[in-house]
């Protein structure tokens, strides 16, 4: 046993004996790991709290069979780094550098090599978990299935995951990137279509408006035939910034990425949710004023300010997932509703018939996830309207949301979505029920929070990487 894999048994220990207690109390407790991509307001009380901040060590990884065992706070740039060394990466990888391999599983990720992997709980082949009695036992598709499938997209409410078995692809020093200007959400649609068809390992979009919008294609590439783009550093443009400049200049062009700026092309400014401090702030927004203020327009630093001054509840932030047939006629419903824009569109997987609790759970081929992240008009109840008439328009065209960002769900509707018996009986079977809140409290918006700009920076500056406990 090497010196990394006896810390983690320790560690793993550590939480077990923590949740005998719990168990033995009956008391609901929250997973608490330092950091959260998540936009609903978390609160932990300190003491019922699990502790998994130390969780982070990549313990292995095998170049010959293509895997890495990774604990479950490992965050995203951490993995990539580590794996790429040998010439690895996970086939899918989160956007943000920050989201963690536990995150990733448990909130239902997925990025633009989505249309080809699925989300990121599919390219991992096993999990060590801590349930709710304090047990260790290890998670599989042919070991313990039923909770393997059932603990993806299920917010910490059947265990603990500690550790994670993930699958890992052949990777090139850069990402051909083909970018595609289409002047429709029809046509937007059609074009994700002749991609997906086409031999690349990544599609994604952004629509800037109605009119206007860019389809991206990427493959794998170790030659520089086009020219190179970065967008880490703080001198270069924000990604979709430099995305919009193309297509006002080009119909199809072609660029080459570095593999790590690409990965995460989106770090910086949070897709487009950084514009909005400019604007709040009534700061210029240009490349000089981004330059300058680049440390706090990262994802990690954004979204501990997004926590602590509870401005979320200000916008709509959704993920929703549809079937080909709904995405149109639901695009013209979001413009009309709330002229959000730029709008994030992003080919998905499918799920499995045991993978219940999955955004891409959907009778349907050909799914297509679109992101919607924007201020509205109006106060927080003009803003909870909104949002509960999106979710029961989604329902209406047989889709689901993502549920790590906002739900307004009343219970008796959110279970008609979910299967509720086939998830308590697993809560049940799992000793979940007594220590773990369930789905639904994990992720229902439950009341209104007073937005303070003050306390955020105060929390910013005291302790950036931190959540708050209260």
Avoid at 431 to 458: H, M, Q, R, W
């Amino acid at each position: 046993m090497t010196e990394s894999e006896k810390l983690h048994n320790k560690r793993v220990q550590k939480i077990s004996a923590q949740l005998k207690k719990f168990y033995k109390q009956k008391k609901k407790v929250r997973i608490y790991h330092g950091s959260t991509n998540s936009t609903r307001t978390q609160e932990f009380k300190k003491d019922e709290i699990v502790y998994i901040t130390d969780l982070n060590n990549v313990i292995e990884v095998n170049p010959k069979e293509k895997y890495a065992v990774v604990e479950s706070n490992v965050p995203m740039d951490k993995l990539v780094e580590e794996t790429f060394k040998f010439g690895l990466i996970p086939p899918v990888v989160m956007e943000f550098p920050g989201i963690t391999v536990g995150g990733g599983i448990q909130g239902g990720a997925g990025e633009s090599s989505s249309f080809k992997w699925g989300l990121f709980h599919h390219i991992c082949l096993e999990y060590e978990m801590v349930l709710g009695d304090g047990k260790i036992i290890t998670a599989s598709s042919k070991k313990t299935s039923d909770l393997y499938w059932g603990t993806a997209c299920s917010y910490g409410s059947l265990g603990i995951i500690t550790q994670v078995k993930l699958r890992l692809i052949s990777a090139k020093k850069f990402i051909h990137l083909t970018y595609h200007k289409v002047n429709s959400f029809k046509e937007s649609i059609k074009s994700i279509e002749e991609a997906s068809r086409d031999s690349v390992d990544f599609i994604d979009g952004i629509l800037f408006s109605k009119q206007t919008g860019v389809i991206m294609s990427g493959k794998f590439s170790d030659k520089k035939d086009a020219p190179v783009v970065t967008f880490r550093k703080a001198i270069d443009d924000w990604f979709y910034v430099h995305a919009e400049k193309i297509i006002k200049k080009h119909k199809k062009w072609k660029e080459i990425i570095p593999l790590k700026d690409y990965l995460f092309r989106y770090d910086r400014g949070a897709f487009w949710a950084g514009n909005y401090a400019f604007k709040r702030s009534r700061i210029p927004f240009n490349r000089f004023t981004r330059f300058i203020l680049n440390p706090l327009f990262k994802t990690r630093t954004l979204y501990r300010f997004l926590q602590a001054i509870n401005i979320s509840q200000r916008q709509i932030v959704q993920d929703f997932c549809l079937p080909r047939e709904s995405v149109l006629p639901f695009l013209e419903l979001v413009d009309k509703m709330t002229n959000i824009y730029p709008i994030w569109i992003c080919p998905g997987w499918v799920a499995k018939k045991y993978d219940k609790l999955s955004p891409g759970y959907l009778s349907n081929n050909f799914i297509i996830d679109i992101g919607v992240w924007g201020k509205t008009q109006g106060d927080f109840e003009h803003l909870v309207k909104l949002n509960r008439d999106l979710e029961k328009t989604l329902t209406e065209y047989k889709g689901r949301k993502v549920l790590y960002a906002h739900s307004y769900y009343p219970k008796d509707e959110f279970w008609k979505i979910y299967d509720f018996k086939w998830y308590e009986k697993l809560r049940k079977k799992y000793k979940a029920e007594k220590v773990f809140p369930d789905v639904y409290e994990k992720t229902k918006v439950s009341k209104k929070y007073n937005v303070s700009i003050t306390k955020g920076l105060l929390n910013v500056i005291k302790s950036p990487f931190k959540l708050p406990i209260n």
